[in-house]
Nanobody
């Protein structure tokens, strides 16, 4: 079981930026996918971005394309989410995820992701 610890959340005004970090307890290269989900009160968790280890391809939810960038540093076992042009609707708890289920490569279905961090809160004010 990989331990994932997020950091970097906070409060910003609309249009601002934040960079989330996720430190993993073991080699993230062993995961089929690493990525980020988010959840707002009263809503289901939704996939934000992921990296599929098999081909290194990065997938983004439509609502963050062009604004968010996911990256990884294998030497540091860390995954990042650079968030620019933040909007109030981006307000949510952001969770780092990892998966050893190859089906994660084609889906943001939360059931394919077995390792979750505790989350870091992002609040965007208008």
């Amino acid at each position: 079981q990989v331990s994932l610890v997020e950091s970097g959340g906070g409060s910003v005004q609309a249009g601002g930026s934040l960079r989330l970090s996720c430190a993993a307890s073991e080699n993230i290269v062993d995961s089929d996918c690493v990525g980020w989900f988010r959840q707002s009160p009263g809503t289901e968790r939704e996939g934000v971005a992921r990296i599929y280890s098999s081909d290194g391809f990065k997938y983004y939810a439509n609502f963050v394309k062009g604004r968010f960038t996911i990256s990884r540093d294998n030497a540091k076992n860390t995954v990042y989410l650079q968030m620019n042009s933040l909007k109030p609707e981006d307000t949510a708890m952001y969770y780092c995820v990892a998966s050893r289920d190859a089906r994660c490569g084609g889906s943001f279905n939360a059931r394919f992701y077995h390792n979750w961090g505790q989350g870091t809160q992002v609040t965007v004010s208008s």
